[in-house]
């Protein structure tokens, strides 16, 4: 996940490995010598819920400026989400930009290739496949409120774990780097996160960004450690990229969210993105 100020023929020739022989070996390399065993999520305490403020307002040239800087091309992780039942899926543009192959990650062993499509101005990939999943129901039209808390399910750290924030503005994100963009994103302040998930929360770009019924709201773009922040792409970048009613999930809530991004996730209907760069 960025981080703010940091820097999302002849006979003769060679025998050349298939890419899905590559997938495994970095999937392999990635998992083990990075994060160690995959472990099952544990819950953490519910966070205290913050008092509701007034409606988010309209965008400001007086918006404070997320200034991201985009690493170099290098094979990596991410996570996506179904959004509709004909096999597509969201995901954060810098997770698969410029990478050579992507795949969604099924089970411990199993990579389904995707084709990637960057979507223009805004933090967004669209993945195509053959690999179909039940999508889940977004609300991009209501007006979002200060101190509303937001639900990011994915896989940080390369691991199944989960965030909460609460929203505390809007912001403009500045992209520089291997590409540049200029949009407007929602600033959340972290609440909680799972037992055990310390540092960064780099694996969680593209993840959903879920309101209190469950709806998708945002997408995770990045991250400022420091200060606590979690931003998402907007809604309003999601219209017209997110058109299926979904099928709903029980109302999310404070003391049981981490239950239903288990859910989300042996259901697949969230998934791990692989970035493969050779």
Known sequence: MPQRQRGYASRQKKRRFPDWIIYGLVLIALLFTTYGVEQDIVIADAPESPDLGPMLPSDSPRDEVVLVDVAPRQSGMGTAFSINNNGLWLTARHVVDSCNSVGLRIG???????????????????????W??????????????IGEIG??????????????????????????????NDEAILAWSELGRSRNLRGTLGGLSGAPVLDKDGEIIGVVSAESPRRGRVYSVAPR???????????GIEPLSLDSYGVAADKLRRDRRVAQVICLVQ
Do not use: H
């Open 108 to 130: 411990t062993r199993r990579v389904i290739p995707v084709q990637a499509q960057i979507v223009q101005n805004s933090d967004l990939a669209v993945l195509g496949s053959d």
């Open 237 to 247: 970048y999601l219209r017209g990229i997110i058109t299926d009613p979904g099928t």
């Open 151 to 180: 639900y990011f399910f994915g896989y940080p750290q390369g691991k199944p774990g989960e965030v909460v924030g609460s929203l505390i503005a809007r912001n403009r994100m500045k992209v520089r780097g291997r590409y540049t």
């Open 132 to 145: 179909k999943r039940r999508p889940l129901p977004a609300d991009l039209e209501s007006q979002r409120q």
